[in-house]
């Protein structure tokens, strides 16, 4: 009876290749890579996490980049807008509870009549996770997206100037966007204008986002005493009392500090 041989052209199944991971699966592996970032990563460290090529991942990147699913800032990227709004981002990051936060912001509304702004940050952005509009609102360059750079903003400047790691990231590009004509672009401008903010604890951004908009913006600490979100008040440049708004929106930013830290 002939005994039956296997053809050399069949290899046995359990000696054929593992399938490689195809684009689906990497693209899952590059947004869950993603997701567990707080600032930009580069294409580098993705492809260091991923263990994807370069020329693999970023072409997977351009595909995610174009659906909403990630983002470029700088040389790195984070989660998209349409990943963000899914995983209701916007609401997680707010620090403690909406339901004790929003009070405040209500109160700071009621004492300036103006656009409130509560924001964390989100690479090199500030991230409005909670806005309060009056029926006289000023429009801004952030309005529909609720994202504006960390340099030109009073709200941004209020997160670089008490985040050491945040500021040293931003500040190592050393020239900035200009928005405006009135926008701090040096890297001497930008430094002297964060140390004012960490000595009298309020930031200013006068038409250097938006021009007619004025802004004024305050730290918010939580636990351990680290700057978690920032809130502020923008309204018209040419009728903003900045002086005046400066002392209501510290003082809410204060008593939002105090609750998340129990005091």
Do not use: W
């Not at 090529?53 to 989660?79: D, F, M, Q, W």
């Not at 964390?120 to 000023?138: C, D």
């Not at 680290?226 to 440049?237: E, Q, T």
């Amino acid at each position: 009876m002939p005994t039956e041989t296997v053809s050399q052209a069949q290899p046995l199944a359990d000696e054929r290749p593992a399938s490689q991971p195809g684009s689906l699966e990497r693209g899952i592996d590059l947004l869950l890579a993603l997701s567990a970032a707080s600032r930009p990563v580069t294409l580098s460290q993705l492809c260091r996490a991923t263990g994807l090529p370069k020329s693999t991942a970023h072409r997977i990147l351009g595909v995610l980049c174009s659906r909403e699913l990630a983002r470029r800032v700088g040389n790195g990227y984070l989660p998209g807008e349409l990943v963000e709004s899914m995983a209701g981002i916007s609401r997680v990051r707010v620090p403690g509870t909406r339901k004790a936060v929003l009070p405040y912001l209500l109160y700071l509304y009621e004492t300036t009549r103006q656009t409130v702004n509560l924001a964390v940050p989100s690479g090199m952005e500030a991230r409005y996770v909670e806005r309060l509009y009056g029926h006289n609102r000023v429009g801004s360059r952030s309005d529909g997206h609720d994202r504006a750079p960390l340099h030109c903003t009073a709200t941004g400047k209020a997160l670089l100037a008490f985040d050491p790691r945040l500021r040293q990231e931003l500040l190592a590009r050393g020239t900035f966007e200009r928005m405006t004509r009135r926008t701090i672009t040096s890297l001497a401008g930008l430094e002297r204008e964060l140390a004012q903010v960490r000595r009298h604890g309020i930031a200013y951004s006068q038409e250097e986002y938006t021009e007619g908009v004025a802004c004024v913006a305050a730290p918010v600490f939580g636990p351990g005493g680290r700057i978690c979100m920032s809130l502020g008040v923008a309204a018209p440049a040419h009728q903003a009392p900045l002086a005046k708004l400066g002392i209501s929106v510290r003082g809410a930013a204060q008593a939002i500090s105090a609750m998340l830290l129990g005091v």
